[in-house]
Nanobody, 123 residues
Framework: QVQLVESGGGLVQAGGSLRLSCAAS????????MAWFRQAPGKEREFVAAISGSGSTTLYADSLKGRFTIFRDNAKNTVYLQMNSLKPEDTAAYYC????????????????WGQGTQVTVSS
């Protein structure tokens, strides 16, 4: 069983930055692939980024590559999402997820989810 708690969301102006954190419980954190998804009102949950258990491999949504960076600290059982050059269209609830099946981008493949943290980008 893994419990995930996100933090770091908030209100930021366009062009600004935020760093989201996701703290995980459990002693096997490094064995889990971790991912970030986001969901805007009225829209489906969207893949943002994923990182392997060791942190050596990352994958990003094509539209976000270059602005967002996912990284993890296995000693702290935490995964991060650094978001730069934020745009109003980045406004959404951001969720971290753990585990996952064969499809990295499919939210249905993830077993554990946090409660989400809201990011609002003003123009």
């Amino acid at each position: 069983q893994v419990q995930l708690v996100e933090s770091g969301g908030g209100l930021v102006q366009a062009g600004g930055s935020l760093r989201l954190s996701c703290a995980a419980s459990g002693r096997t954190f490094s064995s889990y692939r971790m991912a970030w998804f986001r969901q805007a009102p009225g829209k489906e949950r969207e893949f943002v980024a994923a990182i392997s258990g060791s942190g050596s491999t990352t994958l990003y949504a094509d539209s976000l590559k270059g602005r967002f960076t996912i990284f993890r600290d296995n000693a702290k059982n935490t995964v991060y999402l650094q978001m730069n050059s934020l745009k109003p269209e980045d406004t959404a609830a951001y969720y971290c997820a753990a585990s996952g099946g064969s499809s990295v981008r499919d939210p249905m493949q993830y077993q554990y989810w946090g409660q989400g943290t809201q990011v609002t980008v003003s123009s």
